[in-house]
T-cell receptor, first 116, second 112 residues
């Protein structure tokens, strides 16, 4: 199946700093990628839809200035957590579709962010 | 309000038995429903997709049913193995947008 690579897998940072997470589709082009957030023992919460060449669409309650998403190419989307706080500590996962609108999502391995 | 509900209680079964997981939804009219497996600390992995006009879908030891009247999908693993132990998530499309909304998942533990 299609492969989505996410980096870094783990990151620890201090409060107030910014952290960038990269999501790459390795063997297919993804015009749309999705960013999810997952707290321990909870489900995936959709944060935003990343569209290549245009602005991301954020879900209600997600601060777009806090979570900056850039989809510069058909194979790369980045999520930057700005001015991170301990409550931003979470598991962030990106995903993409390799084909049709109704197809399966391929997920990255996730990035565990810990803000001290 | 829209809801996707899976049994939050962990399901513990003996190896060799059939595991049955439930996904119920309200205030959605999905054209399809998907099931994913997630292992601890990993991203979800796609298992099966079933469309609204399909009653049942099978893949090896996996079977999914979809009842649009009951607004329910059942996910079965036959001849379960300890390696099947994981969290299983159902997901459906949130409005005609292509984005997937997930249930909270059910953790399955298969004991040898």
């Amino acid at each position: 199946g299609a492969v989505v690579s996410q980096h870094p897998s783990r990151v620890i940072c201090k409060s107030g700093t910014s952290v960038k997470i990269e999501c790459r589709s390795l063997d297919f082009q993804a015009t749309t990628m999705f960013w999810y957030r997952q707290f321990p023992k909870q489900s995936l919460m959709l944060m935003a839809t990343s569209n290549e060449g245009s602005k991301a669409t954020y879900e209600q309650g997600v601060e777009k200035d806090k979570f900056l998403i850039n989809h510069a190419s058909l194979t790369l989307s980045t999520l930057t957590v700005t001015s991170a706080h301990p409550e931003d500590s979470s598991f962030y996962i990106c995903s993409a579709r390799a084909g049709t609108h109704t197809g399966e999502l391929f997920f990255g391995e996730g990035s565990r962010l810990t803000v001290l | 309000s829209q809801k996707i509900e899976q049994n939050s209680e962990a399901l513990n079964i003996q190896e060799g038995k059939t595991a049955t997981l439930t996904c119920n939804y309200t205030n959605y009219s999905p054209a399809y429903l998907q099931w994913y497996r997630q292992d601890p600390g990993r991203g979800p992995v796609f298992l099966l997709l079933i469309r609204e006009n399909e009653k049942e879908k099978r893949k090896e030891r996996l079977k999914v049913t979809f009842d649009t009247t009951l607004k329910q999908s059942l996910f079965h693993i036959t001849a379960s193995q300890p390696a099947d132990s994981a969290t299983y998530l159902c997901a459906l499309e949130g409005g005609n947008t292509g984005k997937l909304i997930f249930g909270q998942g059910t953790t399955l533990q298969v004991k040898p």
